[in-house]
């Protein structure tokens, strides 16, 4: 960066008073691309600085402050010649580093990722509220450049020891007004889904530094290349429903929410995708439904069965193309909150245990299909999956395998077991 330069006619009180009032500014370069200007009125002079954007390609000007030509300089609004310059290179300093990205945040990199998955995602709001819960209290103020291996593990370490509130204690959780001890098997499974969650944040945090790096705002991503999910916390025991347990659940809705209930089952779809859709995405000569705006950002039509098809004649007869199928007994739409409290209550009215949430609907729709036999290429185009990574991970093991036949007919009885009457009741 260029020193403190001297000059004739602008080093000086005395020099300046010299010089003739004028319009344009007497100007120094300070470096390539950098002036300082002094304009000089009859009131007196001010200090300008002139820069040139690469990215607007033109030149900017700006105020820097008043020449001390009638009042002694303070350093903060009225400045010499020598302050005039120092502020000016700071300011050019300060340009420059975050230009090359020294001075750009963590959480300035959330905000451009979180921007872009807005214009280009669906998960825009789920990725902010996951970045802004986990990365930003401890990380939001650190500069992406000057972060370290180091940073991320001790942010890993108190990522994972954090703490959401507390949930209001209810007094009739136990016969003391306390809560119960967890068992060591809830223990295991609270820490497995701590990890789950932190997994996902960990994708949207690397993806966030990542793009950071593309727009070259960071010149290398050593520091968070090797940091690691957490082995063996996505595998969740999937929850689906029976036939019984799926017709119970039905009878047990109130009128209104049967109807949502039922289109999950038939059509696999997430809650959000039935809020979206309209009328005028059934299609009755396909027997098909549109969702045009799915979580991928992809559409995709579902295959209806005749219940299906049934379901969807009764539920958009009368209505305009571009009004939703499903409205609350008030005629309001349904939203998420609404939902969730509909399902609990369902679920205690059908007695479903464990009890099931909406997502489960889709999980059992994927569920039968891949015990049917349908092909998992089948089931995740069903489903809007772009390939079906996410179907064998969840639905292989309910899938016909020949490895398991092989070995149930070929392994052989080791001893004797007493036969029992026992059976399950799961189907």
Not at 47 to 55: E, H, K, Q, S
Not at 190 to 210: D, S
Not at 251 to 261: H, T
Not at 324 to 339: M, T
Request: proline residues 4%; charged residues 30%.
């Amino acid at each position: 960066m260029a020193r403190v330069r001297r000059h004739a006619d602008l080093g000086s009180r005395e020099a300046r008073r010299r010089l003739p009032a004028r319009s344009e500014p007497y100007w120094l370069v300070i470096d390539r691309g950098l002036s300082l200007g002094y304009r000089k009125s009859t009131e007196g002079g001010a200090w300008i600085v002139r820069r040139y954007d690469a990215g607007r390609r033109r030149h900017l000007e700006d105020r820097v402050g008043t020449a001390d030509d009638y009042r002694d300089a303070d350093g903060a609004e009225v400045l010499d010649f020598g302050h005039a310059q120092r502020k000016l290179l700071a300011c050019a300093k300060h340009d420059a580093q975050r230009a090359s990205g020294q001075l750009y945040t963590v959480a300035d990199a959330i905000t451009d990722y979180v921007d872009y998955m807005r214009t280009h995602r669906k998960t825009a709001a789920d990725t902010e509220s996951k970045l802004k819960a986990y990365v930003l209290p401890l990380l939001g103020t650190r500069r992406v450049a000057e972060l370290t291996s180091a940073d991320f593990e001790a942010w890993l370490t108190w990522a994972l020891k954090r703490r959401r509130k507390p949930k209001k204690m209810r007094t009739d959780e136990t016969s003391h007004g306390q809560k119960p001890i967890p068992s060591p098997e809830e223990t295991t499974e609270r820490q497995r889904r701590r990890k789950a969650t932190l997994n996902r944040v960990i994708n949207a945090f690397k993806a966030c530094l990542n793009r950071a790096h593309a727009a070259g705002k960071v010149p290398l991503r050593d520091a968070w290349a090797r940091l690691k999910k957490f082995r063996a916390a996505d595998s969740a025991r999937l929850r689906w429903l029976t036939v019984d347990e799926a017709t119970r659940i039905q009878n047990a809705c109130a009128p209104e929410f049967r109807v949502l209930v039922r289109a999950a089952l038939l059509s696999g779809c997430r809650m959000g995708e039935l809020f979206a859709v309209r009328t005028g995405d059934f299609d009755q000569q396909s027997n098909t439904l549109l969702i045009p705006d799915s979580k991928s950002g992809k559409s995709r039509r579902v295959p209806l069965t005749k219940e299906g098809v049934a379901l969807f004649e009764e539920i958009t007869a009368g209505k305009a193309e571009d009004a939703s199928p499903f409205a609350r007994a008030d005629g309001s739409p349904w939203y998420r909150i609404a939902v969730l409290r509909a399902m609990r209550a369902a679920c205690v009215a059908g007695k479903i245990t464990p009890p099931a949430t909406f997502h489960t609907l889709r999980h059992t729709y994927a569920s039968h299909l891949v015990q049917k036999k349908v092909p998992l290429l089948f089931v995740a185009a069903a489903l809007g999956h772009a390939d079906t990574r996410m179907v064998e991970k969840h639905y292989a093991h309910l899938a016909p395998s020949q490895v398991a036949a092989l070995i149930r007919k070929n392994l052989p009885r080791f001893g004797t077991m007493k036969r029992s009457n026992v059976r399950s009741i799961r189907r």
